[in-house]
């Protein structure tokens, strides 16, 4: 319970609306119990016929208890939401940003799906550690005990049996639902993930599926998982039906023996006979109040599953933490250096990239090639400072000398450096909202350049919307090409000084992938440029220095054999 003790306690910042909140409520209830008390002590006062000014005080209070109850339940359920989603929006605002800091690195581990279900499901569910647990045992316990001694002060039997009756209702009922359901409860949050992944994952790869006829085996293990899901949810409405079975017993049983002792106590006159109604009537009122509290209790074990895995979010250590007071990165032109780089993912156990020395001077343009999972794109995630060095150093070069990237902040190493992705994302949005990711004031001419320099701005111009034209959910309506050109026009657009592209011709065929590389030569003139490739012969070498191949360590380096690959990216050419 923990992790929901911890999210309980994100409410001291509202403290104050909270406690307005425990207090309408408690006022609300009150005048719910009152509101029973009175009218039955009214009920049976005025079946003796008394004078009229005799009941004018008991039939005001009764107006009173009746009006006040729905302004002050409005004003508690006003103020209570009110602060729950003042923490909920401060707690989501903390997931989403320590997934920033996360991501990519952080996060290899938790799929798209189920952590979508704990940015929005989990979170937003959490609202009810307040609105439907805190304040309602808070401010029903209250009145609970204040109505058990304002029966005790009449009949001190009665008194006990509405106390006892109260305690197995909100304590006993609520345990008897969570023995039945607790397993069941935990299973629900995880479940929901899960099928939230399994439900992304069925969309993404729809038209493979289809193509490979995978869609029923897809479809089978939505099926499962909703399948075990159900079971869940009824093995958790099976425990609310036994406890709300356990909570109108003693409801029922309260009623009926504080009659039978009010009875006994009218009979031998130690109670006025106007008050058995009170006496009988007022454990009605207050079940009806209690009521709520058995469902709200048994919502526990989810909660707690919910606040496991938000805070397993928010616990999860970044991979990359900026020095508190960073450098500053080198003006002017910028090179690479690595010196025994070993790159290692958080929590895993073998190195994704070991011993790398590398060298590409300001300007320079290279090729590191290496099979899948040589460490490829583990050395680009390293280049951005998403994932910091285990062993080793990476550097940035410039005229006036080298900073080692951590001790710069991620922001700054980011505006220095881009990278291309193997698989860039495109956004469901027009060409040019997707283009100003990378410089939101652009202009339609900036656009139109970087366009040109990635060979798409004669496309462009050619379509009825130009730059307003949707590209289609993740670029639906692109050809591969034409995704990779608009990724290298919002990197020449972004103006960084060091591109790094990750497998750029990877989705090509080779006519496509060699004009691409052909004109990626001219696009970045005057630039760093670093491609990671499985592909080199689709390179010019005469263009391309080979700086280091991650599948033969030492292959470049023969003077020193069984070392890592060390090479120099000189200049070439184009400058």
């Known amino acids: ?89 401060e707690l989501r605002a903390d997931v989403y940003a320590h997934l920033v800091r996360l991501a990519p690195a952080g996060l290899a581990e938790l799929r798209t799906g189920d952590l979508l279900a704990r940015l929005v499901g989990d979170v937003d569910g959490l609202a009810d550690v307040w609105l439907r647990v805190l304040l309602p045992y808070l401010s ?45 409860e935990d299973a629900i949050a ?93 454990p009605i009122a207050v079940h009806e109040v209690i009521a709520p509290l058995v469902p709200a209790a048994r919502q526990l074990p989810g909660l707690a599953a919910s606040a496991r895995r938000v805070v397993d979010v928010l616990d999860r250590p970044e991979p990359v933490l900026d020095a508190a007071r960073p450098a500053a990165v080198p003006e002017g032109p910028l090179g690479l250096r690595a010196r025994v780089l070993t790159l290692r993912y958080p929590g895993a156990v073998a190195d994704a990239l070991v011993a790398l020395d590398l060298d ?44 080692d990237v951590r001790t710069l902040a991620g922001d700054d190493v980011r505006r220095a450096v881009g990278v291309c992705e193997q698989d860039p994302h495109v956004f469901d949005a027009s060409i040019a909202d997707n283009l100003r990711l990378a410089r939101p004031g652009a202009s339609e001419e900036e656009l139109g350049r970087a366009l040109a320099s990635a060979q798409l701005h004669e496309w462009v111009t050619s379509l009825p919307e130009g730059l307003a034209t949707a590209v289609g959910e993740h670029g639906a309506r692109l050809s591969g090409g034409q995704r990779q050109r608009l990724a290298l026009a919002r990197a020449l657009l972004a103006d960084v000084r060091v591109l790094v592209l990750d497998e750029p011709t990877e989705h090509l065929d080779e006519p496509a992938a060699r004009a691409f590389v052909a004109d990626l030569e001219g696009a970045t003139r005057g630039r760093t440029v670093v491609v990671l490739t499985h592909r080199p012969d689709l390179c010019d070498p005469d263009v391309w220095a080979r700086a280091a191949d991650l599948g033969r360590p030492g292959a470049l380096d023969r003077s020193r054999p069984g070392t890592p690959a060390r090479a120099r990216a000189a200049p070439n050419r184009h400058g």
Do not use: N
């Open 140 to 184: 029903v316990g209250l009145v609970a005990a204040g109505a058990a001694v304002l029966v005790g002060s009449l009949l001190p039997s009665a008194g006990m049996i509405l106390a006892g009756a109260v305690v197995v209702a909100a304590v006993g009922a609520p345990l008897a639902a969570a023995a039945i359901a607790r397993r069941a």
């Open 190 to 282: 995880p479940a929901r993930g899960a099928l939230a992944d399994a439900a992304v994952d069925l969309l993404r790869g729809a038209p493979e599926l289809l193509a490979s006829g995978g869609a029923p085996l897809a479809v089978a293990r939505i099926a499962a998982i909703d399948t075990r899901l159900a079971a869940s949810e009824r093995r958790v409405a099976a425990g609310a039906g036994v406890g709300s079975l356990v909570a109108g017993l003693a409801a029922g049983a309260s009623i009926w023996l504080a009659l039978l002792v009010g009875i006994v106590a009218v009979r031998d006159g130690s109670l006025p006979g106007v008050l058995l109604a009170v006496v009988a009537l007022t």
């Open 360 to 403: 590409v001077a300001a300007g320079g343009r290279a090729l590191i090639t290496g099979p899948s999972g040589s460490g490829k794109s583990t050395f680009a995630a390293s280049c951005l400072r998403f994932l910091d060095p285990a062993a080793g150093t990476l550097e940035l070069v410039g005229e006036a000398g080298a900073a």
């Open 1 to 89: 319970m923990r992790p929901l003790v911890r999210i309980a306690r994100l409410g001291r910042p509202v403290s104050g609306r909270l406690a307005l909140a425990v207090l309408a409520g408690v006022g609300a209830a009150a005048t719910a119990v009152g509101l029973a008390s009175t009218a039955a002590w009214l009920i049976s006062r005025a079946a003796e016929q008394p004078p009229v000014l005799v009941l004018f005080v008991a039939v005001t209070a009764v107006r009173a208890f009746g009006i006040s109850r729905g302004v002050l339940r409005y004003a508690e359920r006003l103020t209570a939401h009110d602060a729950a989603f003042r923490v909920l929006g």
